[in-house]
Nanobody, 124 residues
Framework: QVQLVESGGGSVQAGGSLRLSCAAS????????SAWFRQAPGKERERVAN????????DYAVSVKGRFTISQDSAKNTVYLQMNSLKPEDTGMYYC??????????????????WGQGTQVTVS
C-alpha cells in the first residue's frame, strides 16, 4: 500500500523560505515520477512542480519558476520542495503526488495515482 507523508509546512513572512518533504512507503520515488500540487481556499488544486528522477527532468508552474525547486533523494526515498522568496499568494495546502505512468509531467490532478495528506503553508 502506497503511503505519502508530507512535512515542513508552517507560517512564514513574505520573502521567507520553507522546505517541504514527502516520504514514501510502499513506493520508490526513484523509479517513478512525482509532483507537488497546492490548493488555496476556494480555488482548484493546481500543479506546482514535477520531477522525473531517472533523467532529472523537472517542470514548474510559471508562478513559481525561479523561486521553487523540486528534488528527490533516492537514499531517503523522499521528495522535496524548496520554496524561496515566498509570497502571500503561495498560501495553501501543499500535497505531494505520485503520478500515473505515462503522465510524468502532467499538471492535471486527475493524472495523479496517489496523494499525500497535505501540509499547510501560510505566507503573510
Amino acid at each position: 500500500q502506497v503511503q505519502l507523508v508530507e512535512s515542513g509546512g508552517g507560517s512564514v513572512q513574505a520573502g521567507g523560505s520553507l522546505r517541504l518533504s514527502c516520504a514514501a512507503s510502499g513506493y520508490t520515488w526513484s523509479d517513478s515520477c512525482s509532483a507537488w500540487f497546492r490548493q488555496a481556499p476556494g480555488k482548484e488544486r493546481e500543479r506546482v512542480a514535477n520531477i522525473f528522477p531517472r533523467t532529472g527532468l523537472t517542470d514548474y508552474a510559471v508562478s513559481v519558476k525561479g523561486r521553487f525547486t523540486i528534488s528527490q533523494d533516492s537514499a531517503k526515498n523522499t521528495v522535496y520542495l524548496q520554496m524561496n522568496s515566498l509570497k502571500p499568494e503561495d498560501t495553501g495546502m501543499y500535497y505531494c503526488a505520485a503520478m500515473k505512468q505515462g503522465y510524468c509531467l502532467s499538471a492535471n490532478p486527475r493524472d495523479v495515482a496517489s496523494w499525500g495528506q497535505g501540509t499547510q503553508v501560510t505566507v503573510s
